[in-house]
Nanobody, 123 residues
């Protein structure tokens, strides 16, 4: 199973981008977005449980980012508004079927990862 994230790019501060994550051939029960800036550890951004549509956000993006899924549930989106230069990072899509609540915000909770997409926010 392959995950593919797309939609990254260069945007000015205050702008918006929408990232997409699609899994080839199947739908997972849990999807998450993580990001990694140069010289920093990978950090949790957002997650969504397909059953029930429950969403989770890091405090740093709450109110600015929105995670959602399409009706066939084969693609997950991350709408990023009011972008800041500190949002600059490589964004990774992750997925797995069994993710307990305590692991939802941990990269170790997900077995399937996409190659990442670069998001650059200029000041």
């Amino acid at each position: 199973v392959q995950l593919q994230a797309s939609g990254g790019g260069l945007v000015q501060a205050g702008g918006s981008l929408r990232l997409s994550c699609a899994a080839s051939g199947r739908t997972f029960f849990n999807y998450a977005w993580f990001r990694q800036a140069p010289g920093k550890e990978r950090e949790f951004v957002s997650a969504i449980r397909i059953r029930g549509g429950h969403t989770f956000y890091a405090d740093s993006v709450k109110g600015r980012f929105t995670v959602s899924k399409d009706n066939p549930q084969s693609t997950v989106y991350l709408q990023m508004n009011s972008l800041k230069p500190e949002d600059t990072a490589i964004y990774y899509c992750a997925a797995d079927d069994q993710v307990i609540l305590s692991s939802l915000r941990r990269s170790s909770g997900y077995k399937h990862w996409g190659p990442g997409t670069q998001v650059t926010v200029s000041s």
